[in-house]
């Protein structure tokens, strides 16, 4: 597990109990699943490291979950969702 999916965990849990109550182990083992399942995410990102550019800005117009975000931002982008 990479240190962004290990965040990730922490946070869904922690916000998930903290907002909603949610504490259903099984429940939260498939929501971090679905969030860190993006199957788009590294053929995307092939896409924009082919440029070699890391002082422009990205945006992404559908960013979901934000994995695509989060990847962007642990490479040294400068990366915003909507």
Known sequence: MTESEKFLNVMIRKE????????????????????????????RWNEVE?????KGKILDMAAGVGTFLLYG??????????
């Open 16 to 43: 998930s109990l903290s907002f909603f109550g949610v504490q259903d182990e099984n429940i939260l083992t498939n929501i971090c699943a679905i969030w860190h399942n993006d199957r788009n995410k590294h053929w």
């Open 50 to 54: 082919q440029y070699d550019d890391h």
């Open 73 to 82: 931002l642990h490479q040294g982008y400068d990366i915003y969702g909507i």
